[in-house]
């Protein structure tokens, strides 16, 4: 299938897992527990969050901070410092800006996913896993290991999603304890 085209059918699988999102409220018994958006954006909630210095450099260094600044929506999957590690700091300067912005290409996916429209679309799935594309064409993989959500991708990079996600005015940021890209 052309790239077109698969870029034509991320919209239609933002949707779908969007809309399972007030399913998997109620199923859970919830209220709408997905918190409401702050006036925050992306590049402001990655910046604050203390435990996401590295990736916000990379971010800076990408040249990124006005797109996760702009109209959006937009999931992060932002690994956190130690999931980062010494990567982070060698996509520093100016001759690693390439790298850094796909490497957070390979990380963001359109629209906002909330962890409860990730759950009900895998829950939807039959439990066996919802894909969506990223920004850098790629596929994650969405599956549930026990209680946690294991984020899979085509090159075999995991990573789970930890800590607290949060809603801003222009998507989600969704921590994750790994890097979504292989080591070359």
Same mark, same amino acid.
């Given at each position: ?12 699988? +933002?949707?779908?897992?969007? /809309?399972?999102?007030?399913?998997? @409220? ?7 527990? =997905? ?33 996760? #600044? ?6 992060? $999957?932002?690994?956190?410092?130690? /999931? ?10 100016? /001759? ?8 957070? !290409? ?8 909330? !962890?409860?429209? &990730?759950?009900?679309? &895998? ?6 896993? +919802?894909? &969506?594309? =990223? ?6 993989? $969405? ?21 607290? #996600? ?6 989600? +940021?969704?921590?994750? @304890?790994?890097?979504?890209?292989? /080591?070359?």
């Amino acid at each position: 299938m052309s790239n077109q085209r698969l870029w034509a059918l991320a919209p239609l699988m +933002v949707l779908s897992l969007a /809309a399972c999102g007030g399913e998997a @409220d109620k199923a859970e018994g919830g209220d709408g527990a =997905t918190p409401a958006p702050s006036s925050k954006t992306l590049a402001a909630a990655i910046g604050d969050e203390g435990d996401l210095d590295t990736l916000e450099g990379v971010v800076k260094n990408a040249g990124l901070s006005d797109v996760l #600044e702009g109209k959006g929506p937009y999931t992060v $999957f932002a690994p956190a410092n130690a /999931a980062l590690g010494t990567a982070g700091a060698d996509l520093a300067g100016e /001759a690693m800006k390439a790298q850094s912005a796909a490497l957070l !290409r390979a990380h963001i996916v359109p629209g906002a996913l909330t !962890r409860a429209d &990730i759950m009900a679309a &895998i829950e939807r799935s039959g439990g066996g896993g +919802v894909q &969506i594309r =990223t920004m850098s064409d790629g596929l994650l993989t $969405f599956s549930k290991d026990g209680d946690a959500v294991v984020v899979t991708a085509a090159d075999g990079a995991t990573a789970r999603l930890t800590g607290e #996600e949060t809603v801003v005015s222009n998507g989600v +940021v969704q921590p994750v @304890d790994g890097v979504l890209v292989k /080591a070359g």
